[in-house]
């Protein structure tokens, strides 16, 4: 009997598919192909609609025909607001020091005391909104924007971020400022009283000026305001350290950043109705200073409509942007009559493109 020879090649094969299929499995095909959808694999029907000429002048003709009413409409509205706007910064100031405005505002012995009076030209109806109006001066600035902490408005003391946002205005004399930050720092601080007819005085409610979301969710009720403007350098105005900086709202409207160089901004309401011809004797503190950077200040006396307070912009838009669309949809006609389009879009379904052999 012939014995095995495990040197022999036909015996290593026979023995080594067994082997690999042992020791090497094959591996296992994994399949990532989604499950069929008409959505995914973008097999729904659409729709393609071909915009003919006819269509174009219909368009632009309807729009024409909307939009104008609206801006019409927005104009009127914006007319029927009445306006007082008295501009102050140069007329409250002595002929005198009006020389060096600067070193007038400065100095803490002259009196700022400055009386004017307006006239009612038209009928204010109630209420009637006092606004402070500054112009360039630049709440946007980079620096001037990060110089806060919004986490301190809310939480006080206990927030540790105040080093790293509220420079330059973080410390006074070693004790953190509540609230810190060049924006609180820098706080408007003239100051208005109305009477009619000096001897009628008109009451000037300020609350409810800012807006519910700050006050209830930006400046906390149990923060109050610590070692504010006491430094060798008073920016502005001052706070009641007994008031939480939650219904200081002088400050919560300030803080909210204006993005233009010239803003307005909400001071308080008078509640009484103004008839034409009467007079208003405004009492002002011209405290702030705006003569450093050549700014300016204005008192403005504001009525409201549906669409808000006194802006053309939206109303003009509304109308040159609807004589424009009326102006084409002309122009597309009298182009279609002259020279028409042979463009059917009923011949795209249908049409057949010619093939060549190769």
Request: with cysteine.
């Amino acid at each position: 009997m012939a014995s095995r020879n495990p040197t022999n090649p036909n015996h290593a094969s026979s023995s080594q598919p067994a082997n690999s299929r042992e020791t090497n499995p094959q591996p296992r095909i994994l399949l990532r192909k989604p499950k069929y959808n008409r959505f995914t694999q973008q097999e729904l029907p659409g729709c393609r609609p071909f915009l003919t000429p006819q269509w174009i002048i219909t368009i632009f003709m309807l729009v024409g025909v909307i939009f104008i009413p609206i801006g019409v409409g927005a104009l009127l509205a914006s007319r029927s607001v009445v306006e007082i706007v008295h501009r102050y910064e140069t007329e409250c100031i002595p002929e005198i020091h009006r020389i060096n405005k600067l070193a007038y505002i400065q100095n803490d012995s002259i009196s700022k005391d400055c009386s004017k009076v307006l006239k009612v030209q038209k009928h204010m109806k109630a209420p009637i909104y006092i606004y402070y109006q500054l112009d360039h001066f630049y709440q946007n600035h980079r620096r001037y924007v990060k110089s806060r902490s919004n986490e301190q408005l809310l939480y006080g003391l206990r927030d540790n971020s105040t080093k790293s946002s509220c420079g330059p205005e973080t410390n006074s004399n070693g004790v953190p400022i509540v609230p810190c930050g060049l924006i609180a720092w820098s706080l408007f601080n003239d100051t208005y009283k109305f009477s009619l007819f000096e001897d009628i005085e008109l009451h000037v409610n300020k609350t409810n000026i800012a807006w519910k979301s700050d006050r209830e969710h930006k400046f906390g009720k149990k923060v109050y305001p610590f070692n504010f403007q006491n430094g060798s350098l008073i920016g502005g105005a001052k706070l009641d350290p007994s008031v939480p900086l939650s219904d200081q709202e002088d400050l919560i409207v300030w803080m909210r950043i204006s993005a233009l160089p010239t803003f307005r901004k909400l001071y308080g309401r008078i509640e009484v109705d103004l008839e034409a011809d009467d007079y208003i004797t405004v009492e002002i503190q011209n405290n702030y200073n705006t003569y450093s950077f050549g700014g300016k200040k204005s008192l403005v006396l504001s009525t409201t409509s549906w669409l808000g307070g006194k802006n053309d912009t939206l109303g003009k838009a509304y109308v040159v942007t609807g004589i424009l669309c009326i102006l084409l949809a002309v122009v597309f006609f009298l182009s279609h009559i002259i020279m028409p389009s042979r463009f059917d879009p009923k011949n795209i379904s249908g049409h057949k493109y010619d093939t060549v052999d190769q």
